[in-house]
């Protein structure tokens, strides 16, 4: 298996740098099913080209899985020819000050974006050339591919799925790295290793700047773990908590709505609310970037705050604007965050007296949404909850809004006024609550408000 990657931006050298690999050095690491060796073919100002090549022990490969897939597999094994999640392994081993975005000696390279050619030989893609265009063509790539028959003796078996691609693109090398390293083995739709938890945060990790406004990424989520249905459902749950805007302050501003406006709004609303509830503990579950928590911070009322997010860098930009370093004591005792997803349940968020749902729902796909019921409404069962969700009548007052859109594309639904007072409804009478429904902001006669609250209270 060969990987190369070569760029012609002067002085070229600086790729050598980017990469923390000496030019001068033919250099090896170990990887669980061979030896990775790292040399560079081209090495001028203005051409530098780094190859990495994996030298696979076939037997070693198969003593070390436990589960074949089929009897001949030690037999008839493509993985020591191929470039497949070994390859992958490999690149973070060799890559992994780059890929984290480093660079000691010349710091100001990582920022940069490289004139980059990548050459890949033997890439496994179920799903052909089309597929191949899906992932990459996406992220700004050429792509050029050449397939190869599954015998040029018999050309009416047709082609094999393996190709010899190139792609070029002007990228950062750390993001030409993380795009390698997710979609090489998400082209080949397998793995050589156990997926679990790990692969979520992996999956997160690598693809954060890039995986959250992917037209294909639930494919890749799919694909990158295995079709496991709760780590999936896990990851796409976070990849939809990594929009850090509202959909409808992107909306309210195009039609000339002061942008903060719309959301103070209905933060406020929430936390009125909630103020009027009496409770003495919150948690704002789906809580983003801390904005309704700030809110509930300054009422001493609250004793107790809890937020609750999927999104791991969501609660680090929280911890940042809510100064959790530079609280006093008491005030850190009073709040917590934690991550965590709302398809599960979970024992540190009982005992809280009322919870908060702000424009998550809209999120949750039908089976997701059920989930969710059940974790808030038959486990939890705080006394309280408030949830907000948009409004769909509202959206005819866009003009510049086709007709039938939803107000972004990761919101699986948009409810009518009807709509959320029968699923509201439903909900407490199947759990032993009353709820009430609210119009949040300017509301017309005709179609309501931009935003629509339900406030359920458990029946004494």
């Known amino acids: 298996m060969l990987l190369t990657i070569s760029t012609t931006r002067k002085p070229a050298t600086d790729l050598s740098f980017l990469l923390h690999k000496h030019p001068d050095k033919v250099q090896q690491v170990e990887i669980s099913a061979g030896i990775a060796h790292l040399f560079y073919p081209d090495l001028s100002d203005e051409k530098c080209t780094i190859a990495l090549l994996l030298d696979i022990d076939p037997v ?3 003593r070390k899985k436990s589960d074949n897939d089929f009897a001949l597999q030690q037999y008839v094994n493509d ?5 497949s999640s070994l390859m992958s392994a490999a690149i973070a081993k060799a890559f992994g000050t780059a890929m984290g975005d480093r660079c000691q000696l010349k710091p100001e390279l990582v920022s940069i974006p490289f004139p980059l050619e990548v050459q890949l030989s033997g890439l496994p893609v179920k799903g052909g050339e089309e597929m191949l265009h899906s992932l990459f063509a996406p992220l700004g790539y050429g792509i050029e591919a ?3 028959p599954i015998d040029p003796q018999f050309p009416e078996w047709g082609q094999s799925r393996y190709y010899s691609v190139r792609l070029t693109n002007t990228v950062t090398i750390q993001h030409l790295l993380t795009h390698l390293y997710l979609l090489i083995p998400v082209c080949d739709n397998e793995k050589h290793y156990f997926v679990g938890q790990h692969e979520v945060e992996k999956l997160m990790e690598k693809g ?5 406004s992917h037209p294909a990424r639930e494919l890749i989520t799919k694909r990158y773990l295995k079709y496991k249905s709760s780590l999936t459902n896990e990851a796409l749950s976070m990849l939809l ?3 850090e805007e509202e959909p409808e ?3 309210a501003e195009e039609e000339s709505i002061p942008k903060l406006r719309v959301h103070e709004q209905r933060l406020k609303a929430v936390c009125d609310e909630l103020l009027l509830t009496g409770a003495h503990s919150v948690a704002d579950l789906g809580c983003g970037e801390g904005k309704l928590l700030k809110l509930l911070m300054e009422q001493k009322q609250f004793k107790k705050v809890l937020g609750m997010d999927v999104s791991h860098r969501s609660l680090t930009i929280a911890h940042d604007k809510l100064k959790t370093e530079r609280m006093p004591e008491k005030q850190k005792e009073r709040l917590s965050l934690i991550q965590g997803s709302l398809m599960y349940r979970d024992k540190r968020l009982e005992g809280y007296e009322a919870a908060a749902l702000v424009e998550v729902i809209e999120h949750l796909d039908e089976p997701r949404l059920a989930a969710m019921e059940k974790v808030i409404f038959g486990y939890t069962k705080p006394m309280h909850v408030i949830i907000t969700t948009p409004n769909k009548e509202y959206n005819i007052l866009f003009e510049s809004m086709p007709e039938n859109a939803m107000r972004h594309t990761d919101h699986r639904f948009e409810w009518t006024r009807t709509e959320f007072a029968d699923w509201g409804n439903r909900v407490a009478l199947e759990h032993g609550y009353h709820v009430s429904f609210k119009a949040v902001g ?3 006669p005709e179609v309501g408000a931009l935003t629509q609250m339900a406030i359920f209270s458990k029946n004494k």
């Not at 954060?208 to 959250?212: E, G, I, N, S």
């Open 442 to 444: 300017e509301e017309t």
């Open 146 to 148: 050449n397939g190869y």
């Open 208 to 212: 954060k700047d890039w995986l959250p």
């Open 60 to 62: 070693g490969l198969v």
């Open 79 to 83: 993985r020591p020819y191929v470039a």
């Open 249 to 251: 302050e992107a909306v």
């Open 241 to 243: 908590k990594e929009e």
